[in-house]
């Protein structure tokens, strides 16, 4: 099975337990797949807790699975503004561990059009976390932004959203994403480039998704690798 957990209030914390999928913050860091538990908290200082062994191809290589564990905050400091704050630590033997930073600052323009901008920062590049920097210029850090009209709920049928995203991030700064697109460079060299989607609410509960990639590396600059693609996915909620 892909998911499996069970799902439960702790007083005012819900807590998830099993294999299961979420999106951490944007997702630019984790979107991660994985056995693992999960706490959320908070109204107006949300917070996530997880810990867990997930899916990651930066930091297992050939989708095997890496030891993670992190804390996510997101806060609004008024109807427009708001940022997302967040912590993921890899364990693993002493060279081998890794600890990833992020900070963003989202802006509200009005109910239909959001943007969203992230840094994010690692202790140490790819190469000398497998201590392999033959491969050339990794680097340690990276940033993402995202544009977004409107959005899909998934208690209203037809309702929908459409995004566009930019990427420049090394590869130290993911651990994994839904689309898996890193999946098709030929080293762990992170991303540069761009991604457009739509979401659409085939009816409740039941989300759409279509969305183009067109990235190239983004570590290693000498060699010139990318990839283009086309990723469609329909998620069922219950």
Same mark, same amino acid.
């Given at each position: 099975?892909?998911?499996?957990?069970?799902?439960?209030?702790?007083?005012?914390?819900?807590?998830?337990?099993?294999?299961?999928?979420?999106?951490?913050?944007?997702?630019?860091?984790?979107?991660?797949?994985?056995?693992?538990?999960?706490?959320?908290?908070?109204?107006?200082?949300?917070?996530?807790?997880?810990?867990?062994?997930?899916?990651? =191809?930066?930091?297992?290589?050939?989708?095997?699975?890496?030891?993670?564990?992190?804390? @996510?905050?997101?806060?609004?400091?008024?109807?427009?503004?708001?940022?997302?704050?967040?912590?993921?630590?890899?364990?693993?033997?002493?060279?081998?561990?890794?600890?990833?930073?992020?900070?963003?600052?989202?802006?509200?323009?009005?109910?239909?059009?959001?943007?969203?901008?992230?840094?994010?920062?690692?202790?140490?590049?790819?190469?000398?976390? !497998?201590?392999?920097?033959?491969?050339?210029?990794?680097?340690?850090?990276? !940033? @993402?932004?995202?544009?977004?009209?409107?959005?899909?709920?998934?208690?209203?049928?037809?309702? !929908?959203?459409?995004?566009?995203?930019?990427?420049?991030?090394?590869?130290? =700064?993911?651990?994994?994403? $839904?689309?898996?697109?890193?999946?098709?460079?030929?080293?762990?060299?992170?991303?540069?480039?761009?991604? $457009?989607?739509?979401?659409?609410?085939?009816?409740?509960? $039941?989300?759409? #998704?279509?969305?183009?990639?067109?990235?190239? #590396?983004?570590?290693?600059?000498?060699?010139?690798?990318?990839?283009?693609?086309? !990723?469609?996915? =329909?998620?069922?909620?219950?």
């Amino acid at each position: 099975f892909r998911r499996a957990f069970v799902k439960g209030n702790i007083g005012d914390a819900t807590i998830t337990a099993g294999r299961q999928a979420f999106t951490v913050g944007h997702g630019y860091v984790a979107d991660l797949t994985g056995d693992a538990i999960k706490a959320d908290f908070g109204k107006k200082l949300k917070t996530t807790m997880f810990a867990g062994r997930f899916d990651s =191809v930066m930091y297992d290589g050939d989708n095997d699975r890496a030891t993670l564990y992190g804390v @996510a905050f997101s806060y609004p400091f008024d109807e427009k503004f708001y940022t997302e704050l967040a912590f993921y630590a890899q364990e693993g033997k002493e060279y081998n561990e890794q600890k990833i930073y992020s900070a963003g600052l989202g802006y509200k323009f009005d109910k239909n059009i959001e943007i969203y901008g992230e840094y994010q920062k690692a202790s140490k590049t790819l190469g000398k976390f !497998w201590s392999d920097d033959y491969i050339g210029d990794r680097g340690d850090d990276g !940033w @993402a932004a995202t544009l977004s009209y409107k959005g899909a709920k998934l208690s209203e049928k037809g309702s !929908w959203g459409a995004y566009v995203t930019y990427y420049d991030q090394s590869a130290a =700064v993911m651990l994994d994403s $839904i689309s898996e697109i890193e999946d098709y460079f030929y080293y762990n060299e992170g991303m540069k480039g761009y991604e $457009i989607g739509v979401d659409y609410v085939l009816a409740k509960n $039941i989300l759409a #998704n279509v969305s183009y990639y067109d990235m190239d #590396n983004k570590d290693w600059a000498d060699y010139d690798d990318g990839a283009k693609m086309l !990723w469609t996915n =329909v998620t069922f909620n219950f």
